[in-house]
């Protein structure tokens, strides 16, 4: 038990107790937060490359000063978030087009001045480039001690936590050296957890920054056809809540308590990198199709269950950072709709769409129970499965009928006036038959009509 995280798993039902490393004083950075779980979101493409929200371009520092505004702030805070996580860049190569160290340092500086206006938390992610871009290992940990002088002497009533780099946890004590009490968060993959050993510069403000990516493998995102794509939903429900195990176990038997940094999102699959010119892309999961879940209720009511599950699991912890907050320069029309891949990563994007609420208090119960019963395994009938209202009538038919299911992609507005006036018309002509019907014949109205039928 003490050597498998999943071990003692029960639907994410389970709790482990009498754990000898537990040590639940290690959450003290917590009252920053009034206590609150973190709830926060990344600031993706502003410091660190990240595509498939910048729809492949490369932002400049003006770009990112213009994409992250006092307005966005406001708007997370208002939401019910505490916190932001901004990914730093440890080596050049991952620097913004055409800055320095010291470009970013004014840029963050500027950032995080426009975050505590709205009140928010900020965590600070050091980021790595690939082996072959990196800078020189003493740069590096130059570069690491600079971040750790801004976190703890310049913004430190503000800046709730550092996150290393992998396989910096040596650093430990030069850190130490600059600050004796700033939280530090070592990275750790989910899957990994049974494997981790405690650093042997452990102390008592150190935690774990864990990984929860769950679409890192073929079988994670493959489906052969809709009625699997609607299946492998249902897994990845299923699995949501069983990834408070680790959270667990991390815990109990390493006495690391357990902030979810990354690979929490709404998305099953990778086809947010559909759109990019990214060579080593392949449709695996139905992506062509992707379109035609935008406007189905099946997909709508699963995805809330994707994200209910995961804010459950997540919260077990020391909370979690959502995936992203906006598209860079989003200027669709249909703002608030799931009408591209990516938008399923954006916290701004899934809290209109999906979850339809104005703030995540959780105050109706839904995440609290959310793993208290397996999701609907209606994967099989999709759509059809929901009543037949007249409202809805014809776009269960496009949209999830035999021939077409889940491939229609237009608003169902639309089809539900179509079908109240197409079904009104053949009430009034059928009330009008009967009316008229008189001795065996069939009289219409003169005005409509210039003979009469018998039969």
């Known amino acids: 038990m003490d050597q498998n995280p999943f071990a003692c798993d029960v639907g994410g039902l389970s709790t482990l107790v009498n754990c000898k490393n537990s040590d639940d004083g290690r959450t003290n950075f917590l009252a920053k937060l009034d206590g609150e779980p973190i709830r926060s979101v990344t600031l993706a493409g502003s410091f660190v490359p990240a595509p498939q929200i910048t729809g492949g371009k490369e932002l400049t520092l003006d770009e990112i000063d213009a994409f992250y505004t006092y307005a966005d702030f406001n708007e997370m805070k208002s939401y019910g978030l505490n916190s932001v996580q901004i ?11 055409n800055a320095t160290f010291k470009m970013i340092e004014n840029a963050l500086n500027t950032m995080i001045l426009r975050i505590t206006d709205a009140k928010l938390k900020i ?70 957890m049974k494997d981790f050993k405690n650093p042997a510069f452990a102390d008592e403000n150190l935690y774990l920054a864990m990984d ?29 809540c069983i990834h ?42 139905q992506c062509n199709n992707f379109e035609a879940t ?45 009408d ?28 609290q129970y959310a793993c208290l019963n397996p999701p609907v395994a209606d994967y099989q ?7 037949m209202r007249a409202t809805n009538f014809i776009t269960s038919i496009y949209s ?22 197409g079904i009104f018309s053949i009430m009034a002509i059928t009330i009008l038959y009967f009316k008229n019907r008189h001795n065996g014949y069939i009289r219409l109205p003169d005005e409509i009509s210039i003979t009469s039928m018998h039969f």
């Open 87 to 97: 990914q730093l860049p440890v080596d050049s190569s991952l620097y913004p087009k």
């Open 123 to 192: 965590i600070l992610a050091l980021e790595r480039a690939s082996v072959e871009h990196q800078d020189s290992l003493e740069d590096q940990i130059q570069t690491i001690s600079s971040y750790a002088i801004l976190a703890s002497k310049k913004f430190s009533h503000d800046i709730l936590a550092l996150v290393l780099p992998k396989d910096f946890e040596n650093l430990i004590p030069q850190i130490r050296n600059i600050s004796p009490t700033l939280p530090l968060l070592l990275p750790v993959k989910s899957g990994n």
């Open 212 to 240: 929860m990516d769950h679409s890192t493998t073929v079988a994670d995102i493959a489906s052969s056809n809709i009625v699997d794509d609607r299946m492998k939903m249902y897994y990845h429900e299923s699995m949501a």
């Open 244 to 285: 408070r195990s680790p959270i667990d176990f991390a815990q109990c038997y390493h006495g690391l308590p357990v902030f979810v940094s990354n690979g929490f999102d709404a998305s099953i699959d990778n086809c947010f990198l559909r759109d990019l010119d990214d060579q080593t892309f392949q449709d695996y999961g």
């Open 294 to 338: 935008t406007y189905s209720p099946w997909w709508k009511r699963h995805r809330k269950s994707f994200v209910n599950r995961q804010f459950f699991a997540f919260e077990q912890g020391l909370g979690w950072s959502f995936e992203a907050w906006k598209i860079y320069d989003d200027k669709n029309e249909n703002n608030g709709e799931l």
């Open 340 to 367: 591209q891949p990516a938008k399923l990563l954006c916290f701004q994007d899934v809290m209109t769409s999906v979850l339809e609420q104005s703030s995540i208090k959780h105050d109706d119960n839904s995440v």
């Open 381 to 387: 009938k999709g759509d059809r499965m929901f009543s």
């Open 400 to 421: 999830s009928g035999n021939a077409f299911q889940n491939y229609y992609s237009g608003n169902p507005k639309i089809f539900g006036i179509i079908a109240f006036f």
